[in-house]
């Protein structure tokens, strides 16, 4: 039976209908560590204006925000807090890796770097660029926009099937290897 | 009287090895009359500001008799005057008084020292890491520091999306 519906009713799928309305007002986590702060800045200024995207109400309360935009090389006294930002965030959230830094460690291949956020948090899309202009950041924004719209789901439950670490491994086979090698030296240097 | 001169007067010439670029005056002191030199120049000479404490790590340096050498940059804020006094410490325990009771700056500068090189500063009332996080364990700028670390980067969980 053919139901009459009124001209302003629309019919759609529960799924299309949630993403249509996360992909349009991603809240960014703005967690801006070094230069590509300042380009993610930019993003929101008035010339490249974030608005446009439904993403420019910048949070500073991760309780508050569904997307996490890790902007600048992170280091390892930052990570836990990285850590546990990410995890305060609600669900469903998102994370972009804004830069070379952020995204592998960049030029900073030193002690105190972590070598790419993505072996520690998940990551969604990485933008590269040292820095990535805001056209790329956008970009990145309208790609992240179109996952959304692709595989969202309302509940959720495809995060759930992300089960394994989806970045490198925290240490690639010759770190271990190097690093053993130099806590036995360390150790037979203490002695 | 020029510093030097104030100095040597002081404390006899044998204390010192002076040398100078431009107005730039160092002074190279033994590790026994550290204290007593810097107090004088506090004190007496009238360099009031501690502008920064810096060590080198001289492993493997040619020609280089000692490991580690702890740099004092002293200011006089009355005649603008600078002085660079310089002293060197030695493995295993590398350890430096204190300058914290003459200049309370040297409170941070001391720490940062201590978090670099290891050069410990006896008197110092809170040697504690400053940079580094606290269970780090090495002295990342010794010269025998691997530049990428020795995996203290990599001590971290990582979080899958399904669990977060
Ligand atoms: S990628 Fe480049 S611009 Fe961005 S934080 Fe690293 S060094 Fe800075």
Not at chain 1, 32 to 45: H, R, S, V
Not at chain 1, 116 to 142: A, H, K, S, T, W
Request: proline fraction near 7%; include cysteine.
């Amino acid at each position: 039976m053919a139901v009459d519906l009124p001209e302003n009713v629309f019919m759609t799928q529960l799924d299309a209908a949630a993403n249509w309305a996360r992909s349009n007002s991603l809240w960014p986590m703005p967690f801006a560590t070094a230069c590509c702060g300042i380009e993610l800045m930019a993003t929101g200024a008035s010339r490249h204006d974030i608005a446009r995207f439904g993403a420019e109400v910048m949070r500073f309360s991760p309780r508050q925000c569904d997307l996490l935009i890790v902007a600048g090389r992170v280091v390892m006294k930052m990570l836990p807090v990285l850590q546990r930002i990410w995890l305060q965030m609600p669900e469903p959230k998102w994370c972009i890796s804004m830069g070379a830094c952020a995204c592998t460690g960049g030029v900073f291949d030193t002690y105190a770097v972590v070598q790419g956020v993505d072996r520690f948090i998940p990551v969604d899309l990485y933008v590269p660029g040292c820095p990535p202009r805001p056209e790329q950041l956008l970009r990145g924004l309208i790609e992240l926009q179109d996952k959304i719209k692709k595989t969202g789901t309302f509940t959720g439950h495809e995060f759930g099937k992300r089960t394994l670490p989806e970045g490198p491994l925290p240490m690639a086979a010759d770190e271990i290897r190097r690093s053993k090698q130099e806590q036995l030296l360390f150790q037979a240097d203490e002695q | 009287m020029t510093i030097e001169e104030q100095l040597v007067q002081k404390f006899g010439a044998n204390a010192f090895e002076f040398s100078q670029f431009r107005d730039n005056h160092r002074a190279v002191v033994a590790i026994d009359c550290l204290l007593s030199v810097l107090t004088f120049l506090k004190n007496d000479a009238g360099f009031d500001q501690l502008s920064d404490i810096t060590a080198v790590d001289y492993l493997d340096f040619p020609d280089a008799v000692d490991r580690f050498g702890v740099v004092y940059i002293l200011l006089n804020t009355q005649t603008g005057e600078r002085l660079i006094v310089k002293t060197f410490v030695n493995d295993p325990h590398p350890e430096v008084p204190s300058v914290f009771s003459l200049w309370r700056g040297a409170d941070w500068l001391e720490r940062e020292v201590f978090d670099m090189f290891g050069i410990s500063f006896k008197g110092h009332p809170d040697l504690r890491r400053i940079l580094m996080p606290e269970e780090f364990t090495a002295f990342p700028l010794r010269k025998d520091y691997p530049l990428r670390g020795r995996g203290e980067r990599h001590n971290f969980p990582v979080i899958t999306r399904a669990e977060s």
